[in-house]
């Protein structure tokens, strides 16, 4: 360490620094000792040597200089102490330190401390990060003196600033820190003498099925008013009625008292299809909830009622932003389940049905973008695989396909062809017109 005590020596000549700048220029020598105690130890080791060496040789004015250096750059009390001892009086520092300019001193921590606290208070959470925001001079200042003396093991004051108020705020408020995925992030501005609190999202996963038809997944801005409201949408600015995502969010935003919701689903039906079978994976992303630890299957009781059978929510539970990536991820290559009911524009016999399932049960297809969404979509071919057909003849004109497909597959288009736009489709194979009815999803793949 003598090169690091010789650093430390020319510094403390030179410049005022407290415990915890002196000792943060050593951070990253050793473990468990913090940068105040690190800092005054330093200064306690130069104290002694010095102290020693001007006992044995009191002409030495390099010794006593560094004394007083140490007991006014240094703000060492033990030093003032000393060198009282030795007959050289010397008041109590007032100096402000080099680096962090009092920032690190325990009275400035706390007032920040508490201004966090308060607008904590009335928030949930069990996990919390601190950042800050620090002036660019004393970010400046220290990377010179780092130059200057070749220190290469030093910690960032922004670093002792986070970690020293997310102590204080962990002892006072017993939650935990989390570097990772924090619930609050706490945003100190030393500069603007204030502190921000940031809210991360809240994830709630699950299911849904819908058992009504004509409601979209999502909102749906009337395009007459773009929103506003107009005659046409009867001044509610919505297209249709309801959606999906209205349906689970209302219940679920007023529990948390959040801001505002974000729906994601792993796909999405067609507007005038059913969700059936187990359902459909979504995840609700709540902006900024005051709330986080409640009852999740009240809370789907809730969800269901405000629902009135239009849609069923099931397995509610807490999530992350991962879950997101994931089911959008698989939903283009998850296998889907779908009843279809198409009318004919003529009879059928069985045998040409029986041929038809037969063709189309493991073949790959080819669809562009079809007209109905080509205003909202890019213009582009897809390939699907098509894993299986089924038909059951219902009337003499109307049959019911069951169609196990590659998730992304356009069900309507395979049935109807949208004038050669999908290719093969059943209407081709048949060299017949064929009229989608009805179409349910019946099962959707999870991973």
Known sequence: ??????????????????????????????????????????????????????????????????????????????????????????????????????????????????????????????????????????????DTLRATYNISWGEALKSELNRLIGIMIKEKMNKETDLANPEIVILVKPNENNVEIKINPLFISGKYCKLERNIPQTLWICKNCDGQGCDECGGT??????????????????KTQGTDTKFHGAGREDIDALMLGSGREFVIEIKEPKKRYFDLKK??????????????????????????RRIKAFAQFSEKTYKI??????????????????????????????????????????????????????????????????GGTYIKELVSGDDGRTKPSISEFLNMKLVCKSLDVLSVEEK
């Open 1 to 142: 360490m003598e090169k690091e005590m010789e650093i430390s020596r020319e510094i403390l000549l030179k410049y005022p620094l407290c415990d915890s700048c002196l000792g943060r220029q050593f951070g990253l020598l050793g473990f468990g000792l913090d940068n105040k105690t690190r800092g005054e130890s330093i200064k306690t080791v130069l104290v002694l040597e010095s102290y020693k060496n001007f006992i044995k040789d009191k002409t030495s004015k390099n010794d006593l200089a560094l004394l007083e250096a140490i007991a006014i750059n240094g703000m060492s009390e033990f030093a003032r102490n000393s060198l009282k001892k030795l007959g050289f009086t010397h008041e109590k520092s007032e100096k402000k330190c080099f680096l962090c300019e009092r920032l690190l001193e325990k009275k400035n921590l706390l007032k920040f401390v508490s201004n966090a606290i308060e607008k904590l208070k009335n928030l949930e959470f069990q996990t919390f990060l601190v950042g800050s925001v620090i002036k660019s001079d004393l970010i400046e200042k220290e």
């Open 237 to 254: 600015g919505k297209r249709y009625e309801t959606s999906v995502s209205e349906l689970i969010s209302e219940k679920i935003l007023q």
């Open 341 to 406: 009911i198409v009318e004919l524009d003529s009879s059928i016999p069985r045998s040409k049905l029986d041929e038809v399932e037969k063709y189309f049960s493991g073949i790959t297809i080819k669809q562009r973008t079809p007209t109905r969404v080509l205003h909202r979509r890019a213009d582009k071919t897809r390939v699907k695989k098509i894993f299986a057909l089924k038909i059951n003849i219902l009337e003499k004109k109307l049959i019911e396909l069951i169609i196990k497909t590659q």
């Open 299 to 324: 809370l789907e009781e809730e969800v269901n009622d405000f629902a009135k059978g239009k849609i069923k929510v099931i397995n509610l539970q807490k999530s992350d932003k991962d879950k997101i």
